[in-house]
């Protein structure tokens, strides 16, 4: 990052440690909707520009929603992939196991046709030296023993080869839905993404300053909401020591674009963000906003601590990591930068604790 970069996000964090610290009750009071008669409010057969807001965060929380789909399909088809080649190489192992049993067989039944075809036993009786009839009694025990111990390891070989390639047939057939969906979400995202784009770039300049204006009015506001609630009633607990790394990772990427589906270095996906934080610490964690919401320990906001994910949305669509102070770092939406927010900025569903 250059030295231009690192200075526009200090900046950016500043401001917004400036904000979330300020007291509540000097946050500013939201301005006046604009008259008709001003610039981006809404006429007659048009829309108002907080309709429009509030359609392009739907829209965006739609394409978040498919990016984890897509996300959890691309980490699914990942894992099939590496056990199609493990079974792959199991498979070339087991028939190569069976080809030298095999071998070994036939060179037992050359031998027995060199002998005149008689059995081992038939030879023994023919034999007319004791010593040599009794030590041929214990060598045909062990040849026995070898040979029933070759016909059952041949067999078990010829069975693990059939479930290797039974495994091998259903995992590609994972695979190839895993690649269905994940080309259906891929389509979603873009769709969605596109949709709010286009809606965006039809407004005038000014109409867009507004609409930034609007997004920070509503998370002000919902930020005020939450912390006037008594949600949380403690801002400054210890984070744990993963949890600290954690934190240090995430924030520098402070500054950093978002893009659907990316885990860094140079972009990230809200989920991608709190994943790779997570793994910086050593502490690997699911891909996916949903999957964290899922498989991690759940903590109640209450008692929420630095480092542990606040995930956001009925659908779990959006994650962020608690920083403290009553504020997350996070990868908000396409169009936007890793950043810092207030916690309660967005409707919570829940806290999870990686390091529990």
Known sequence: MNRRHCASAAI?????????????????????????SAPGASTPGKKSLEEVREEIETLYRKAGAATDAYNLAEEQAEKQSQELAR????????????DE????????????????????GAQLVLSGDPDLFLDGVNQLRVNQQATKG????????????ETYTQDAGLNWEKLEANRVKQAKARKTVKARIAEAEK??????????????????????????????????????????????QAIAYATAQIGKP????????GSFDCSGLTSQAWASA?????????????QLPRVAVQDMRPGDLIIYHDDASHVGMYVGSGSIVHAPRPGRDVTLAGAGSMKIL?????DR
Do not use: F
């Open 350 to 354: 829940g806290v999870v604790r990686p």
């Open 87 to 98: 079974l792959t190489l199991a498979i070339a192992e087991g028939q190569a196991k069976i």
């Open 258 to 265: 978002y893009v659907w589906g990316a885990e860094g270095p």
């Open 101 to 120: 049993l095999k071998s070994r067989a036939g060179a037992l039944a050359t031998e027995q046709y060199r002998n005149g075809g008689l059995p081992p």
């Open 282 to 294: 050593r502490h690997p964690i699911p891909r996916t906003s949903q999957e964290q919401w899922r």
């Open 12 to 36: 950016t964090l500043v401001c917004a440690l400036a904000l979330l610290a300020a007291p509540v009750q000097a946050m500013a009071a939201p301005g006046p909707d604009p008259s008709p």
């Open 199 to 244: 809606l965006e770039s039809q407004l005038e300049k000014e109409e867009r300053v507004r609409l930034l204006e609007l997004e920070q009015r509503a998370a002000i506001t919902a930020q005020k909401s939450w912390l006037s609630s008594g949600a949380l009633t403690q801002i400054d607990r210890e984070a744990s020591a993963s949890g600290k």
């Open 150 to 161: 070759m016909l059952a390891e041949l067999e078990q070989s010829q069975q693990d080869l």
